[in-house]
């Protein structure tokens, strides 16, 4: 399956991008993983969207998504350099597969690179062309991708097909012993499809050796290379999206700027646009989409099932009138077999005999005039796939020169079953996606009610920038999350009758119990201990326990004594240091259901448990944090009452990630 734009894709689909975007204001820009959508304002022209994928696709979309309500960091440095500056240029870096646009103005501008050869990537460029900003750092063998570096264009692969003359092509194949295929992507600017469509084009089988390529043959394919040239000079042409219908599960294969011969014989969809085409290809998840439009979208889906349905009951005809064709071949080999039998000989013959396809054809001509009956029934002879297309009794017949009369017959027999067994398997899908259409219409007539609520963004409150709990007895402890908000926490928030922790750990928050009348009794302190040992490198050391200690706000330093140096954020502690050994490291997570939100804290199970009726134990491991996210979301909707799961699901994975330690971790089962 066709899974990203080829450098002619993006050649192609330019002139529709930069209609759109040049001369537009950038409104706002957001990102959904490795997905970037640029929203765009003409003025007298309309919004419009521009999506690109690192690595896969770039074009016009008219899917709305809802935007996250906590955007990532590098989308929010694009935003702060591009918002409601005007895209002054959209252009392609030589024939690669590169966009760069320029946004800006004539005294100062920025250019977004969007990279879509392998995993892709995005960065953003000064007015030097210095990297400012990029979603992926990394240094290569021709170029590094780091901070401040001036920006380099990888080098270019391949002979470029635009200067490539005609009588030069046979070069391009010239001491090579692989495929066609192989050799002509590895020598031109091409992707593989494109070059097995200069293969289909030429009448060639792609996986042909090149030296046994023939002169015919190579004519052919520089024949086929003209054809895909001027097809890609001529511009998108009912671009499409085509669907596999040889399978049991049809799906799409390829979305195509203009009819490819290599896909003649499958079922496909044409569109007013090349971005409609690929925007329908990769589509957009339900949860993607804005609430307003979940109907529209329902419309659109049924719509696409319906027309599955109607592209997989022509494929059936199609198979079932191949089928018959294929037993009528058989049939009339058979009835005419000695005249078939007489071809076949004398073109062997010929071939052996060492006559070129140009003489045999002569001969063949000669023969026509002279009345010969195998000579007239002789309509067409393609060498490069080694077929001769033959006139039987009024029927067009198409034989193999490399078998005999009875081997082709047998062929087309053979072809026949293969044509009835798929059509069974087609007829088979059919039901499956009428079950899928039966399955939406129910789902629209009962909607589920994450669909219908809209969402809202959350006021944090002022200690959410830090770690933190509400202990057992109802205290508020807060934690740093780095240097930065450790100094931030002991300077600007401790107050006289606070307490201060610290694990006798490397790399431990400062903790601090905010205490407005009563002091803390020992269950809260022992809390902050299990907190300030649980956050620390004893989380990512696999440690068991640990241990902490307590002193009070003036005991506590920001100033070194005298001819000593204190490390930025650091604090020298005076006085006895009140030790809690042999705190375990282990953390609860769980959430708080507030109206509409659902609230992550995390802390010690006893302080969690108080606070909470939805939680669950989480352990150091060597598992992954990514998946373990995963893991107690999908646990904690199991939790909560069903009608309140949908907000444990609009929980940003941003959020939930914060109130977890560094490094991994997995669900302690009871």
Request: proline share 5%; net charge neutral.
């Amino acid at each position: 399956m066709k899974e990203t734009m080829s450098n002619t894709d993006i050649r192609l689909i330019l002139p529709e991008v930069k209609e759109a975007a040049e001369g537009s204001f950038v409104k706002n820009v957001y990102q959904y993983g490795d997905v970037f959508v640029l929203k765009l304002y003409k003025p007298a022209g309309g919004t419009s969207q521009l999506l690109f994928q690192v690595g896969h696709r770039i074009h016009l979309t008219e899917f709305r998504r809802v935007a996250p309500r906590v955007p990532p960091k590098f989308c929010t440095a694009l935003r702060k350099y591009l918002r409601e500056r005007r895209v002054l240029s959209v252009s392609q870096h030589d024939l690669d597969r590169i966009v760069v646009i320029e946004i800006g103005d004539e005294s100062s501008s920025h250019k977004l690179v969007v990279e879509l050869f392998g995993n892709g990537n995005l960065l953003l460029l000064d007015p030097n062309d210095t990297i400012f900003v990029a979603m992926r750092y990394r240094k290569m063998k021709d170029r590094d991708v780091v901070p401040k570096a001036k920006y380099e264009f990888p080098p270019r692969r391949g002979i470029d097909i635009m200067t490539l003359e005609l009588d030069s092509f046979e070069a391009v194949l010239a001491d090579s012993n692989a495929n066609v295929v192989r050799t002509l992507a590895s020598r031109l600017n091409l992707d593989a499809l494109s070059c097995e469509e200069i293969c289909a084009l030429a009448g060639v089988e792609p996986d042909t050796k090149v030296p046994t390529l023939d002169s015919q043959a190579m004519k052919d394919l520089a024949g086929g290379f003209l054809q895909f040239i001027e097809k890609f000079k001529n511009g998108v042409n009912e671009p499409r999206v085509v669907y596999d219908d040889s399978e049991v599960e049809q799906s799409s294969v390829a979305f195509l700027p203009f009819a490819f011969e290599t896909y003649s014989e499958l079922p496909g969809d044409t569109f007013a646009s090349f971005s409609q085409a690929i925007d329908s290809f990769f589509g957009v998840s339900d949860i993607e989409l804005k609430e307003e439009e979940i109907q529209d979208a329902y419309a659109k889906e049924h719509a696409r099932l319906e027309r599955i349905i109607e592209k997989q009951e022509e494929g059936i005809l199609r198979l079932e009138k191949k089928a018959e064709r294929l037993r009528a071949s058989g049939e009339i080999i058979y009835a005419n077999f000695q005249l078939v039998q007489e071809i076949l000989d004398t073109i062997s013959k010929a071939r052996a005999g060492g006559l070129s396809w140009t003489e045999i054809m002569d001969r063949v001509e000669e023969g026509r005039k002279k009345g010969i009956a195998s000579a007239i029934s002789i309509e067409r002879i393609t060498p490069s796939q080694g077929k001769i297309i033959v006139n039987l009794s009024g029927t067009q017949v198409d034989l193999d020169i490399r078998q005999n009369a009875q081997d082709n017959a047998s062929l087309a027999y053979e072809q026949a079953k293969k044509s009835e067994s798929k059509m069974t398997g087609a007829q088979k899908q059919i039901e499956k996606t009428r079950v899928k259409l039966q399955e939406l219409e129910k789902a629209k007539v009962e909607p589920k009610e994450k669909m219908t609520r809209p969402v809202r963004l959350r006021k944090k409150r002022w200690y959410e920038k830090f770690r933190w709990f509400i202990s057992s007895e109802g205290f508020l402890v807060i934690g740093g999350r780095d240097a930065k908000t450790n100094e931030r926490l002991a300077k600007r928030q401790m107050e006289p009758n606070d307490v201060f922790l610290h694990a006798s750990l490397h790399g431990a928050p400062y903790v601090i119990v905010k205490v407005v009348d009563s002091p803390p009794g020992e269950q809260t302190l022992k809390e902050a201990a299990q907190f300030a040992v649980t956050f620390s490198r004893a989380w990512q050391d696999g440690m068991s326990s640990g241990d902490a200690y307590w002193v009070n706000p003036e005991q506590v330093s920001f100033s070194p004594p005298s001819g000593e140096y204190l490390p930025s954020g650091a604090v020298m502690l005076y006085g006895t240091k009140n030790y809690i050994r042999s705190v375990p490291v282990e953390l609860a997570v769980g959430v708080i259901l507030e109206d509409e939100f659902a609230v992550p804290v995390s802390g010690p199970p006893s302080a969690i448990s108080a606070i909470s009726e939805y939680h669950l134990k989480v352990i150091p491991s060597e598992g992954k944090k990514g998946q373990l996210v995963k893991n107690i979301s999908n646990t904690l909707k199991g939790l909560v009452p069903e009608e309140k799961s949908h907000l444990v699901d609009q929980i940003p994975q941003e959020d939930m990630m914060r109130v977890l330690p560094a490094g991994g971790g997995k669900i302690k089962r009871s």
